[in-house]
């Protein structure tokens, strides 16, 4: 079973707008999944995360 096949999209969407003060933008991806060497589970923040980890000032070029 692949890591994506563990979260049910919908279900995860619920989750995160059910929140009075939340919107759909709170459900965004904010991390992608590939399969790294050896067959390895990757995960990477997602370029269209609005929240990243890390200080917010720092420059990350």
Known sequence: MSPEELVDPDAR???LTR???SD????APRVT???GE???T??????TAVVRPGRPHDDLD
């Open 13 to 15: 969407r619920e989750e």
């Open 19 to 21: 929140a009075p003060k």
């Open 42 to 47: 990757r995960i990477d923040v997602a370029d």
């Open 24 to 27: 759909p933008e709170d459900a």
């Open 33 to 35: 999944l590939s399969e």
């Open 38 to 40: 050896g067959g390895a």
